[in-house]
């Protein structure tokens, strides 16, 4: 099956900063690549997402890139505010699978230090 | 309010006593799944559901149970809890439109078995 694997585990970031989270996959066949930001207490949400016909993607401060060759996938968002800090998940899915058979990497915990 | 209710939030119980968290979705969603997340082991998906009396196992199902006999509704069961059950459990649905329409999660379930 597939095995998805994140890094770091957890990121501390002055205000402004960029942060990046990075994510490796190993099933080749996997064309659906969503990241997930869970606040504190909270439930997981879709912040952005990407299919494997497109490199890119952006949405305001955050982007999502895709190297298919390589099987790695990264979240960047740029000007970090406090209101950013959170666990975040990527996740992989095979071809025509979507949201049905994610798995999910172990999570980032980014810290947004004013 | 679109929304996944999960039932109860916090649940305190003992090893061997049956015990069914409640899922419910007013998104006509034909998509509902259960994840359990754990510290350092991110989310892992339990059972899904792709629609009525259809449900298939993900990737951690041993020691719970399911069933899907109406669309709004997908219950996990614990026929006889043990400690290592202990976790925050999510239900979540999604649209069936190839599977690429987010995840809805519920606001979770935090059991502890002792």
């Known amino acids: 099956g597939e095995n998805v694997e994140q890094h770091p585990s957890t990121l501390s970031v002055q205000e402004g900063d960029s942060a990046v989270i990075k994510c490796t996959y190993s099933?080749?066949?996997?064309?659906?690549f969503p990241w997930y930001k869970q606040e504190l207490g909270k439930r997981p949400q879709l912040i952005i997402d990407?299919?494997?016909?497109?490199g890119e993607k952006k949405d305001q401060r955050i982007a999502v890139t895709l190297n298919k060759t390589a099987k790695h996938f990264s979240l960047h968002i740029t000007e970090t505010q406090p209101e950013d800090s959170a666990v975040y998940f990527c996740?992989?899915?095979?071809?025509?699978?979507?949201?049905?058979?994610?798995?999910f990497g172990k999570g980032t915990k980014l810290s947004v230090i004013p | 309010e679109a929304q996944v209710t999960q039932n109860p939030r916090y649940l305190i119980t003992v090893t061997g006593k049956k015990l069914t968290v409640t899922c419910s979705q007013n998104?006509?969603?034909?998509?509902m799944s259960w994840y359990r997340q754990d510290p350092g082991l991110g989310l892992r998906q339990i059972y899904y559901s792709m629609n009525v009396e259809v449900t298939d196992k993900g990737d951690v199902p041993e020691g719970y149970k399911v069933s899907r006999k109406e669309k709004r509704n997908f219950p996990l069961i614990l026929e006889s809890p043990s400690p290592n059950q202990t976790s925050l459990y999510f239900c979540a649905s999604s649209l069936r439109d190839r599977g690429y329409s987010p995840l809805h999660f519920g606001n979770g379930t935090r059991l502890t078995v002792t």
């Open positions: 998104m006509n969603h034909e998509y």
């Open positions: 996740a992989a899915s095979p071809d025509g699978a979507g949201s049905y058979q994610l798995t």
């Open positions: 990407i299919r494997s016909n497109v």
């Open positions: 099933d080749s066949a996997s064309n659906y």
